[in-house]
């Protein structure tokens, strides 16, 4: 093997960077279990077991915990595992970075991005003139207001169908990453949002337009690099959608694991917040001009 | 069967009863969305490829194909000529039906050749195989380029990215299936 130097230098001064930026707004550095009795539910992520409990896909319940516990601004940088998650931009087991503020929407999350991005530009020495990032020849520019664009606008604009008829026919995913993706992010950032209801997640539905969440996607030339939403802390509807999931799970022919029963006592308590999920490993592909993730950590799985 | 968890480049499957080898392969998940295996297939006997898209349930059934092993004695413009080492009976395969195999071929070396209907038409290596530097530009020490390797040339053509350190003349271990470098080899 050869050790990615460059990629790993560059991410240990990322690390760093990222941390101060959280520190120094405020928020609280947490560690939380990876190892967790009943992760959430959700149709297309698979979690590794490990004696009976599970690696977790994300430490959102966990954080969300601490959020309805009163820790008002909290984020962490830790592993996630997914079975199955393995290209270009994908690890089965992956650095994430995760943050948490109560009394804030996905908007606020959006400033956020932008703000940490240009941090992390100016802090590791990439940022260019006007703060352009150069990733794979292009040069992505960081400092005007970062394009915005709901998913039923990119469908439009994009895609080869209207959203409604690819959610209807199955064919969300493989539309957005044939013909969507390749789009965002090419001159600013792009945050895509309002995604259909029934693609929210964790994500509350916007008061204004019930058939859209409040969750958007951060894309960097094509990458894809966050998911946010504002976060949904109604227990009984939080209930209906891990429900519904698990039917998705059992209809896939797989047995879904224990209902996160204390996460959803818990919710109850959590304020309004907001909360994202970054992954670290394509940001420091983005910052090294890697194309492939291989590039950015010690070792891969392949590796061992 | 295989299913989708399992495609890799190389795979050999079989569609509509013919064999087929997967030259390309991308896993691509969009946050929260399904997961799409997207591959390449060659018919292995009429060379015709095409693109699909597959998903996580999908699955492909196992080329049936048989296998001798033969070794490689030399080419011959753009054919390879492979001997039976117990008959003695000698077959060639085409450049073009062996694909990225040419890059790891060096003479005497045994293979198992792949028959569909008693006609050969490709090879499976052994996972890895030592190859010998041919060509190498020296490190230039304090290289800003940015790039943590080089290239070199093996004895077969095959240009691979290896460690700065790696001079002409060193035997280096290489993964026929990803085609990179694992190591270098003492002789």
């Known amino acids: 093997m050869i050790p990615p130097l460059h990629g790993l230098r560059l991410r240990a001064v990322l690390s760093q960077a990222l941390r101060t930026f959280f520190i120094d707004r405020g928020y609280l550095e947490v560690e939380t279990p990876l190892r967790i009795p009943a992760p959430a539910p959700e149709a297309h992520i698979v979690s590794l077991t490990s004696e009976g409990w ?6 959102e319940l966990c954080m969300k915990r ?4 009163g820790i008002p601004k909290i984020f962490q940088i830790c592993k996630c595992f997914r079975h199955g998650e393995r290209g270009d931009r994908h690890l089965p087991e992956f650095t994430m970075l995760e943050w948490y503020a109560a009394g804030s929407d996905y908007l606020d999350l959006m400033a956020d991005c932008e703000a940490l991005l240009r941090y992390l530009a100016a802090a590791l020495g990439k940022a260019g003139k006007a703060g352009e990032l150069e990733w ?4 992505i520019d960081l400092a005007p207001d970062w394009e915005r664009i709901t998913v039923a606008e990119a469908f439009r604009r994009y895609a080869p169908c209207a959203l409604e008829e690819a959610l209807a026919k199955d064919r969300f995913d493989e539309l957005l990453v044939e013909y969507v993706e390749p789009h965002l992010g090419l001159i600013t950032p792009t945050f895509l949002y309002d995604y259909p209801a029934e693609l929210g997640a964790l994500a509350r539905l916007s008061p204004t337009d019930p058939t859209v969440a409040e969750r958007f996607e951060l894309y960097v030339a094509g990458l894809e690099l966050a998911n946010g939403f504002s976060e949904l802390v109604d227990p009984v509807e939080q209930r209906a959608r891990f429900l519904a999931e698990r039917e998705v799970i059992r209809w896939q022919g797989r047995e879904p694991g224990p209902m996160p029963e204390v996460f959803l006592a818990g919710l109850e308590l959590m304020p ?14 983005l910052f090294v001009g890697a194309d492939n993730i291989d590039q950015v950590v010690a070792f891969t799985p392949e590796g061992l | 069967m295989y299913s989708a968890s399992d495609f890799r480049k190389g795979l050999k499957v079989q569609i509509d009863g013919e064999p087929y080898i997967m030259t390309d392969f991308s ?4 946050g929260k969305g399904q997961a799409l295996y997207r591959a390449r297939l060659r018919n292995m006997i009429t060379g015709n490829a ?3 898209t597959f998903r996580s349930n999908d699955k492909l059934e196992k080329a049936a194909l048989e296998e001798r092993t033969m070794q490689y004695l030399y080419s011959q413009g753009d054919d390879y000529i492979f001997m039976d080492n117990v008959s003695f009976e000698q077959l060639e395969i ?3 039906q062996l694909g990225d195999s040419v890059n790891f071929l060096t003479d005497n070396m045994d293979v198992e050749v792949l028959q569909y209907n008693g006609r050969p038409i490709g090879v499976t290596l052994p996972n890895f195989v030592n190859l010998k530097v041919t060509q190498s530009d020296p490190w230039v020490k304090g290289d800003t380029s940015g790039s943590d390797s080089k290239p070199v040339t093996m004895e077969t053509g095959y240009v691979v990215q290896v460690p700065p350190f790696i001079e002409e003349g060193d035997k280096l271990q290489i993964d026929t299936r990803t085609g990179v470098y694992v190591t270098r080899v003492k002789e």
Do not use: H, W
């Open chain 1, 54 to 59: 599970y690696l977790q896909t994300s430490p």
């Open chain 2, 27 to 30: 896993f691509s998940k969009p």
């Open chain 1, 66 to 69: 601490l959020l309805a516990a």
């Open chain 1, 136 to 139: 794979q020849g292009r040069r």
């Open chain 2, 50 to 52: 095409f693109e699909k």
């Open chain 1, 272 to 285: 309004p917040a907001a909360g994202i999920a970054l992954g670290v490993d394509r940001l420091v592909m």
């Open chain 2, 94 to 96: 085409s450049k073009a």
